[in-house]
T-cell receptor, first 116, second 112 residues
Framework: DAGVIQSPRHEVTEMGQEVTLRCKPI?????LFWYRQTMMRGLELLIY????????DSGMPEDRFSAKMPNASFSTLKIQPSEPRDSAVYFC??????????????FGPGTRLTVL | RKEVEQDPGPFNVPEGATVAFNCTYS??????FFWYRQDCRKEPKLLMS?????NEDGRFTAQLNRASQYISLLIRDSKLSDSATYLC?????????????WGAGTKLIIKP
């Protein structure tokens, strides 16, 4: 397996533009997580899905952020409109279930977003 | 108080030394614990899970202290390649939802 795939790897955009980040989880994994990492705030869980259904989106910072998972092999995180404070590395991760607790998460290489 | 806290470091340690750092958590109902390693400008990768009885993987030992609510990571005979940021993850239930909380990470620098 190629691991978790994210695109684009780098994105530079101007304030106010729409940004769409993409993720393909590892085949067979039914949990998918979106994270944001900055120097100031560290790694923050934004939202996670189980079997394509959003389970907890309490980490999504505001209505400008939305995430979808139309099928088991694809998810998007959209920011509209983007702001400079959204600049960060966005990671997608996937895992398989393990009883009642989380199992190892496999991370993609991340998308480095810069909003000018 | 943060839900999961780590000493940010950096810990500057000579090669071959032993180094240990802790991760404290506030939710006594936390269930699972993990240590991840993140190299500069890379994604986090699982280093080891932390079991109640403690566990060892080569030069790495992880321990859980539920009474004091912390986990620890011990690295023996440190190598230059151990230089990285070490993140702890704590999972468990809060109300009716599962929580998954990451520490901010401890930066480790191994010097020759």
């Amino acid at each position: 397996d190629a691991g978790v795939i994210q695109s684009p790897r780098h994105e530079v955009t101007e304030m106010g533009q729409e940004v769409t980040l993409r993720c393909k989880p590892i085949s067979g994994h039914d949990y998918l997580f979106w994270y944001r990492q900055t120097m100031m705030r560290g790694l923050e869980l934004l939202i996670y899905f189980n079997n394509n259904v959003p389970i907890d989106d309490s980490g999504m910072p505001e209505d400008r952020f939305s995430a979808k998972m139309p099928n088991a092999s694809f998810s998007t995180l959209k920011i509209q409109p983007s702001e400079p404070r959204d600049s960060a590395v966005y990671f997608c991760a996937s895992s398989y279930p393990s009883g009642s607790s989380y199992n190892e998460q496999f991370f993609g290489p991340g998308t480095r977003l810069t909003v000018l | 108080r943060k839900e999961v806290e780590q000493d940010p470091g950096p810990f500057n340690v000579p090669e071959g030394a032993t180094v240990a750092f802790n991760c404290t958590y506030s939710n006594s109902a936390s269930q699972s614990f993990f240590w991840y390693r993140q190299d500069c400008r890379k994604e986090p990768k699982l280093l080891m899970s932390v079991y109640s009885s403690g566990n060892e993987d080569g030069r790495f030992t992880a321990q859980l202290n539920r009474a004091s609510q912390y986990i620890s990571l011990l690295i023996r005979d440190s190598k230059l390649s151990d230089s990285a940021t070490y993140l702890c993850v704590v999972t468990g239930r809060m109300d009716s939802n599962y929580q998954l909380i990451w520490g901010a990470g401890t930066k480790l620098i191994i010097k020759p």
